[in-house]
């Protein structure tokens, strides 16, 4: 009897195991990023209308004594992954991390302290519109860049137009939406003046508001111990214009939040999709 109960039981396991499992792989993955997701399950979203792909683009370098060298790349990331989300029709690709940062015999700006890395404007752009290429052949139709990192602006302009040129007559265009870094920059010390908050504390690099909208994203890679503990840096610790020591999580999500508000309404302007 508890014999035959068992195999039974056992029958009923199994059932109720494939029924789970043939639910898990219908279900969509519950992720904006590519890197996250399978071949297939990449393939399903792009056919099921998830036809905008967003290129984050950091680059790896010096933040000050008291900021991670990778700030630009998680928080692209992670403000890109928001973006993605709000518009409900986008996937995140990988993140660009190797970005122009000066050249380096001799070293200039940023390539003068340890840790960063630059690559030369020529590959830097031919990265871009290769990536954008390879996303066109797998069914996306808008290929958005954002570029959290003033350096680069220029080039990622260059490559849009020629990827637009390129694809003159298909379905196809490459958008980079200049209200993404506008507000990341003055329009963020902009906001911040209206809290009473002075330039000579703002800064341009690894000032008060840098360090804060890192605060609001990844506050792990700020050393808020020390920084609240240190004298006022300067240039010369890779701080221009600016005083990081009064930065809070507070300040930086009142900028995170106007970055997401204005680049998802300029990507839904950009591709006709209100």
Request: net charge negative; proline share 5%; hydrophobic share 40%.
């Amino acid at each position: 009897m508890y014999s035959e109960l068992g195999k039974a039981l056992a029958f009923v396991m199994c059932l109720f195991g494939l029924f789970i499992g043939d639910v898990a792989l219908a279900q969509a993955p519950r992720t904006v990023f590519l890197e996250d997701m399978t071949w297939t399950e990449l393939r399903d979203q792009v056919r099921g209308g998830k036809t905008t792909i967003i290129i984050p683009i950091g680059g790896t370098e010096q933040s000050g004594p008291y900021v991670a060298l990778g700030k630009h790349n998680v928080r692209v990331k992670v403000i890109s992954g928001k973006i993605a989300e709000e518009l409900g029709n986008a996937i995140v690709a990988p993140v660009v991390a190797y970005t122009p940062e000066g050249s380096f015999n001799p070293p200039t700006e940023h390539m003068k302290f340890p840790g960063t890395i630059t690559i030369s404007d020529d590959a830097f752009e031919k990265s871009l519109e290769s990536a954008a290429n390879s996303f066109a052949i797998h069914g996306f139709k808008n290929i958005v860049f954002l570029g959290d990192h003033g350096g680069y602006q220029k080039d990622i302009k260059v490559t849009v137009a020629r990827l637009n040129k390129a694809w003159t007559g298909s379905s196809v265009r490459a958008i980079n939406p200049p209200e993404y870094y506008q507000m990341s920059s003055d329009g963020y010390a902009e906001i911040l003046r209206k809290q009473g908050i002075k330039d000579d504390e703002i800064g341009t690099h690894a000032a008060l508001a840098d360090t804060s909208l890192q605060l609001a994203v990844a506050p792990q890679m700020v050393r808020q111990a020390e920084l609240k503990a240190a004298a006022k840096p300067s240039q010369s610790d890779g701080v221009y214009g600016g005083d990081p020591r009064r930065s809070t999580a507070e300040l930086g999500e009142l900028g995170i939040d106007a970055i997401i508000r204005v680049t998802v309404q300029a990507i839904r302007r950009d591709t006709g999709n209100p």
